[in-house]
């Protein structure tokens, strides 16, 4: 559901539906909220850092001179 980009609290409700959980037997949301901040940062490279590294990579990839690649026709 994380990877859905599902926000906790339907994460918490289709948790409750899918096994039949009563409201007290449910994880508080703030232990999904953690599980899902969690497993995006892990899994799903969703944090700040990542977003610094692609910006550097597109840097070093491209630089500063700009290229062009063109099928040629025959």
């Known amino acids: 559901m994380v990877t859905q980009g599902l926000k906790p609290s339907r994460i918490r409700n289709g948790m409750a539906r899918r096994f039949g959980l009563t409201e007290s037997e449910l994880p508080t ?3 999904v909220q953690w599980f899902v901040s969690s497993y995006s940062k892990k899994n799903l ?3 700040d850092d990542y977003d610094q590294i692609l910006s550097q990579i597109d840097q070093l990839a491209y630089g500063p001179t700009v290229s062009i690649f063109v099928w040629l026709e025959t």
């Open 29 to 31: 949301l703030r232990q």
């Open 45 to 47: 490279h969703r944090n």
